[in-house]
């Protein structure tokens, strides 16, 4: 059998792997969620920034990290859902090509977005 080899001087360190990883994840949730590459990426970017710029005692208090970033990314992609132009005021087509306003925003997300945040 072949001694292990030392680790690379250049490996990734794990922290680095971990947190792409998670952005992974949360991505790809908020893909599903809104349907589009750059509203997910968007909606990511918020989440994180929600969090760097959140006061060091208050991140202390967070005693799941990931479960946080998933809930408010959640949030922020159901005001995003909510906020879309076909379904608050933004003009629509009807088959013969004529343009109506959407009506008021249907209110799918209403339990979620009183949700507790976890």
Same mark, same amino acid.
């Given at each position: 059998?072949?001694? #292990? &080899?030392?680790?690379?001087?250049? +490996?990734?360190?794990?922290?680095?792997? !971990?947190? @792409? $990883? %998670? #952005? &992974?994840?949360?991505?790809?949730? +908020?893909?599903?969620?809104?349907?589009? !590459?750059? @509203? $997910? %990426?968007?909606?990511?970017?918020e989440t994180y920034a929600g969090w760097y710029t959140?006061?060091?005692?208050?991140?202390?208090?967070?005693?799941?990290?990931?479960?946080?970033?998933?809930?408010?990314?959640?949030?922020?992609?159901?005001?995003?859902?909510?906020?879309?132009?076909?379904?608050?005021?933004?003009?629509?087509?009807?088959?013969?090509?004529?343009?109506?306003?959407?009506?008021?925003?249907?209110?799918?997300?209403?339990?979620?977005?009183?949700?507790?945040?976890?």
């Open positions: 059998m072949e001694p #292990r &080899r030392p680790p690379r001087s250049n +490996a990734l360190p794990s922290t680095f792997c !971990v947190v @792409v $990883a %998670e #952005r &992974r994840l949360l991505k790809n949730l +908020a893909y599903h969620l809104l349907g589009s !590459v750059h @509203v $997910a %990426e968007h909606a990511v970017q959140m006061p060091d005692d208050e991140q202390d208090g967070i005693d799941r990290p990931f479960l946080w970033l998933v809930g408010t990314l959640v949030q922020i992609c159901i005001g995003l859902l909510d906020s879309s132009p076909p379904r608050s005021g933004g003009q629509t087509a009807d088959r013969a090509g004529r343009l109506h306003v959407a009506g008021p925003p249907r209110q799918r997300w209403g339990a979620w977005r009183h949700a507790p945040m976890l």
